[in-house]
């Protein structure tokens, strides 16, 4: 497709992330002009760690023309395990398979299909890499492109860029994230135009109750093999993703004292230490604790995790995408009911199991504070 078949209609999307490089797959293949800006200088920055992406993530990345490149990056998942606080397996089930044999909907049951693909997991800088080197016009993105302000007119907006540049363009997609500088400009405007539109509940509405040690090293023996392991305690709880070459870590904390916007926390190394450290001795299977993964780890840090979604995800030329619009926090994946199927042994033992199951997840969903 040549730029000269390009409608004169141009979209100007905010943040060069997931939800920004999709947009701008998206942007391409409906014949409308953009441009990406994102403030940093690298399509796919060493931050973060794991990104997993299930079948209908992965019916929008085929469509993009990127899901062989994902499936290239990444072996399929297998064993889905939950441990007690000592590291006892509690539940280990074939979760993957489940996925990618049963269906999604009544249709699906009836014609006897099924997804017909699992859960990728990999790393989230090389989906970000895969993304950027499938565009189409990788021109179109522009690096360092830091937005400072938006003016929203009767025939066009305006974005003003740090360098004291600008783009002209007929709307504005916001994928700058959960602290999303452009949610913030569409507030004004939505309250200037019409009073009262955005109120003090709605940009409170987006929480932030836990923080979370985030990381990735070397595969470690000891974790299985193309494993997600989910280790519950009282505050705090473990989720760990391994591959073939590579095993990624979460440590959820819940917050002695939950906090909403404006307010933001920026944790330090220091901080990602000091919590790694409360958690070191900790099993996190029956031949690991937490404290190895740390020690061989090649990346990792302390970072908060919000939660929410917004009422208004769009007002005037400005839409809102991603974490901007709806956050949500990675901690759910280890608060899921627990399938009591696997147990065996006789009834009281089952009973016993499912009693102090249910109360970890409750202590969970509801624990008393770590630190």
């Known amino acids: 497709m040549s730029d000269t078949t390009l409608s004169p209609f141009k979209v100007i999307v905010v943040g060069g992330g997931v939800a920004g490089l999709t947009a701008a797959h998206c942007l391409h293949k409906a014949n409308i002009d953009h441009v990406v800006l994102e403030r940093g200088d690298d399509p ?16 929008i990345l085929d469509q993009l023309g990127c899901l062989q490149s994902a499936r290239k990056a990444c072996s399929p998942m297998i064993g889905f395990v939950n441990r007690m606080p000592d590291g006892k397996t509690i539940v280990d089930s074939k979760f993957f398979d489940h996925v990618a044999k049963n269906p999604w909907n009544l249709a699906m049951l009836t014609d006897n299909r099924s997804h017909g693909i699992g859960v990728l997991v990999l790393e989230r800088r090389v989906l970000l890499q895969i993304l950027y080197d499938a565009l189409p016009n990788r021109s179109r993105v522009r690096f360092g492109a830091k937005v400072t302000d938006i003016y929203d007119g009767i025939d066009g ?63 470690t023996p000891g974790m299985g093999d193309r494993t997600m392991t989910c280790v519950h305690d009282k505050g705090y709880s473990f989720l760990v993703l391994t ?13 002695k004292e939950p906090f909403t916007w404006p ?24 031949t690991l604790v937490f404290g190895e993964l740390w020690k061989k780890r090649t990346r990792g840090s302390l970072i908060s995790l919000e939660e929410g979604i917004l009422q208004h995800w769009h007002f005037g030329r ?16 280890c608060s899921c009911k627990l399938p009591l199927s696997p147990f065996l042994g006789n009834k009281k033992e089952i009973k016993e199991k499912e009693k102090e199951t249910r109360a970890l997840i409750e202590n969970h969903l509801n624990p008393p504070t770590l630190y």
């Not at 060493?46 to 019916?59: D, N, Q």
């Not at 305006?158 to 783009?167: H, I, M, N, Y």
């Not at 591959?243 to 440590?251: H, I, L, Y």
Request: net charge neutral; proline share 5%; charged share 25%.
């Open 157 to 219: 907006v305006d974005v003003r860029l740090a360098d004291g540049t600008s783009e002209r363009g007929d709307m504005v997609i916001g994928c700058d994230g959960v602290h999303s500088l452009i949610r913030e400009k569409m507030w004004d405007e939505g309250n200037i135009s019409v009073p009262g539109l955005i109120t003090v509940q709605e940009k409170k509405s987006v929480t932030t109750g836990w923080s979370c040690i985030i990381g990735m090293g070397p595969t």
């Open 44 to 59: 796919a920055p060493p931050t973060g760690a794991s990104i997993a992406i299930y079948p209908h993530g992965a019916r």
């Open 263 to 286: 307010n933001r926390e920026r944790y330090t190394k220091e901080d990602a230490e000091s919590a790694a450290a409360k958690v070191a001795d900790h099993p996190v299977s029956d």
């Open 243 to 255: 591959q073939p070459d590579k095993v990624f870590f979460f440590v959820f904390f819940r917050l």
């Open 318 to 333: 400005i839409v809102l995408a991603g974490d901007a619009a709806h956050k949500v926090s990675q901690k759910r994946v």
